[in-house]
């Protein structure tokens, strides 16, 4: 069943985005990531997106610069 299938790899076209403190922070996985890439602590998991619904004026700014030096050919941002 494909829901069942985990992958550890980050969607690199279209990352998950967590709201954590009014700020959407970038996560390799939507409920098993503890961590955003900028180092915050998932505290808790309330709202999640996709990076290209909330826009890079959302996003929290070092979560998108980590995701740069990860992904620097990406053309969402
Ligand atoms: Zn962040």
Known sequence: MLF???TNS???TNPIVLQISNKWH???HSRRSEHALCGRR???R????RF???G??????KCVETF???YPHNPLI
């Open 46 to 49: 309330g709202a999640h997106a």
């Open 56 to 61: 890079v004026k959302h996003a929290c700014p």
């Open 4 to 6: 069942m299938v985990q």
């Open 10 to 12: 980050m969607d690199e």
């Open 52 to 54: 290209s619904q909330v």
């Open 26 to 28: 970038i996560v390799e």
């Open 42 to 44: 998932v505290t808790n």
């Open 68 to 70: 740069q030096q990860l």
